[in-house]
């Protein structure tokens, strides 16, 4: 279950850039609702520490994307050309980063958390 959900939140951080390119938001709230019952899904399934795992998952899903995404707008191809951003403004890639943000927010306060209980 977490593989899928860690390739799904990964698409959903490249359909937030794609997303603010194009102008289409909505897919947004779509993909993140196709990600996460494979989020708690897992959650319900594992026998370990649920939300560390979650959290886990979240933060690679989310940086698989975004080395790929780098890899793919800043790697010469075989002509020494690279992909060039500047018909892009920027406040288009703002949904993208602001999307990103707030998965590696909610990730990291996920694995990071204090346990309410006495510590193991």
């Not at 949904?95 to 927010?105: A, E, K, Y």
């Amino acid at each position: 279950m977490f593989l899928i959900a860690g390739l799904l939140v990964g698409v959903q951080v490249l359909i937030g850039f794609l997303a603010g390119i194009f102008g289409d938001v909505g897919i947004l709230a779509y993909f993140t609702a196709v990600a996460l019952p494979f989020l708690v899904l897992g959650a319900f399934v594992t026998p370990g520490d649920w939300p560390r795992e979650v959290a886990i998952t979240m933060l690679a899903g989310a940086t698989v994307c975004v080395g790929s995404f780098s890899i793919v707008l800043f790697l010469p191809d075989e002509s020494g050309a690279t992909l060039k951003l500047e018909a892009v403004p920027l406040s288009a890639l703002s949904t993208g980063f602001v999307n990103l943000v707030l998965v590696f927010i909610a990730g990291l306060l996920l694995l990071f958390r204090r346990p309410f209980g006495p510590s193991r």
